[in-house]
C-alpha cells in the first residue's frame, strides 16, 4: 500500500516537472520573437543623451537583418537573438553622404552603440539596447508603420528606363491612404484616385483614374505624370523608416520614395499674383 502511495506522487511531480518544462519553453520563444520581424523603432536616447534636434534615427528589423537611417545616411546590417541576448554583427554598410559635423558625430557614436548591444528590452512602446556590463546605450520608442490615413510627398519615381529620377522643381506629387481603402493623390497635373489594399508589408494598388487636364509647365510635367503613374501601379510592397516611405515592385525594385507630409504647391501651368 505504501509503495503504490509513494509511486503515485513520484508520478505527479514527474508531471508537474514536465508542464512546467512546457510552459518555459514557450515563454522563452516570446521573448526571442518579440524583436524580429517587421518591428521599426526611432531612437530616443543615445549614451543617456537625447539625438541631435529635428534629425530622426530609425532602427528596422526583418528576421534577421536591420536597417534604417542614421540622421544622414541609410544603413544595413545583419544580427542575430538568442532570448533576450542580441550580437549585431560589425560589419554595418551605409550610404556615403556628407552632413553637418554632430550629425556625422552622432552617428558614429550610435553605429558603436549598436555594435556594443550584448541585450535587450521591449517594455510596451519602448526599446532598450544594453551592453555586455548592463549598460544602457540607446532606447528607442516604437514607429508607427501603417499606411492608413497617411498623406506623403513624393521625392522621387521609376522612369520605366530603369532609374529613379527626382521630381521636377515647380511641380508636386502626393499620394494619401485613405481610412476608407481609397488612395489618392496630385499626379503634379491631375489628380488620380483609386483602391488600395495592404498585408503585412504587402501592397495592391487598383486600376489608377485620374482627371484630363492638360498642363504646359515646368516643361516636361505630363511625361513625368505619366511615368510616375506606371510606377505607382508596379508597387506591391512598401516600407516606412521614419519619415520615409518606399514603394517597391514585385522583383524588389524602387517604383515610388515619398516623405510624410503634403506640402502646398501651386499647380503647374497656374499663374500665380504679382
Excluded at 109 to 114: G, P, R, T
Excluded at 165 to 171: E, H, Q, Y
Amino acid at each position: 500500500m505504501t509503495s503504490r502511495i509513494v509511486s503515485v506522487i513520484l508520478l505527479a511531480m514527474a508531471t508537474a516537472f514536465a508542464l512546467a518544462a512546457c510552459t518555459v519553453g514557450p515563454m522563452a520563444t516570446n521573448v526571442t520573437e518579440s524583436l524580429p520581424g517587421g518591428t521599426g523603432w526611432l531612437l530616443e536616447s543615445l549614451n543617456g543623451a537625447p539625438p541631435v534636434p529635428d534629425t530622426p534615427v530609425t532602427l528596422n528589423f526583418d528576421a534577421d537583418s536591420f536597417y534604417g537611417n542614421d540622421g544622414c545616411n541609410q544603413y544595413r546590417g545583419s544580427y542575430q537573438v538568442n532570448g533576450d541576448r542580441i550580437t549585431i554583427n560589425d560589419s554595418i554598410a551605409s550610404t556615403m553622404m556628407a552632413c553637418p559635423e554632430p550629425i556625422m558625430q552622432q552617428a558614429m557614436a550610435y553605429y558603436e552603440a549598436l555594435k556594443q548591444a550584448a541585450s535587450f528590452k521591449i517594455a510596451g512602446q519602448q526599446l532598450t539596447l544594453l551592453n555586455g556590463n548592463g549598460e544602457v546605450v540607446a532606447t528607442f520608442v516604437a514607429q508607427n508603420r501603417a499606411l492608413s490615413g497617411t498623406t506623403w510627398t513624393v521625392t522621387g519615381y521609376n522612369n520605366g528606363k530603369q532609374a529613379v529620377v527626382s521630381v521636377l522643381s515647380g511641380s508636386t506629387l502626393t499620394i494619401i491612404f485613405g481610412e476608407d481603402g481609397r488612395l489618392s493623390g496630385s499626379a503634379g497635373c491631375n489628380t488620380y484616385m483609386t483602391s488600395y489594399e495592404v498585408s503585412d508589408q504587402s501592397l495592391r494598388i487598383g486600376q489608377i483614374a485620374s482627371t484630363r487636364m492638360l498642363c504646359n509647365e515646368p516643361d516636361g510635367v505630363m511625361e513625368q505624370e505619366t511615368q510616375f503613374l506606371q510606377a505607382l501601379g508596379t508597387a506591391v510592397t512598401y516600407r516606412i523608416d521614419g519619415e520615409r516611405l518606399e514603394l517597391r515592385t514585385s522583383d524588389g525594385a524602387l517604383a515610388v520614395t515619398a516623405t510624410r507630409g503634403a506640402p502646398a504647391a501651386r499647380m503647374p501651368g497656374a499663374s500665380t499674383g504679382g
